[in-house]
């Protein structure tokens, strides 16, 4: 079983970038697909954006559409979530995960998560 680490979360004003990563042992991430995921205090955890691995095709869910870009990295086996234009309302702990495949190309939603990293704390705040 693949064993996940987040890491590059923290603090940031709004208006803000983070990048986080997704640091993958045990397995390669060249099956199935990644996703990035985040929960709030208070609420369920959402998914945000899926990347498939045959193709690095990316989707994304509206909320984080046109601000996070997901990416990777096969030789480093690392995901990457770059966040641009933060808000307050992105305060969140975010998790990375692997699963079976990405839901549609525009949801940002992956199926069948099979391993969950820890997460990392970001907070939006002036």
């Known amino acids: 079983q693949v064993q996940l680490v987040e890491s590059g979360g923290g603090l940031v004003q709004p208006g803000g970038s983070l990048r986080l990563s997704c640091a993958a042992s045990g397995r390669t991430l060249n099956y199935g697909a990644i996703g990035w995921f985040r929960q709030a205090p208070g609420k369920e955890r959402e998914g945000l954006s899926c990347?498939?691995?045959?193709?690095?095709?990316?989707s994304y869910t509206e909320s984080v559409k046109g601000r996070f870009t997901m990416s990777r990295d096969i030789a480093k086996n690392t995901v990457y979530l770059q966040m641009n234009s933060l808000k307050p309302e992105d305060t969140a702990v975010y998790y990375c995960a692997t699963g079976a495949f990405c839901v549609g190309s525009k949801s940002g939603h992956l199926y069948g998560v099979d391993s969950w990293g820890k997460g990392t704390l970001v907070t939006v705040s002036p």
């Open positions: 990347i498939s691995s045959n193709d690095g095709l990316t």
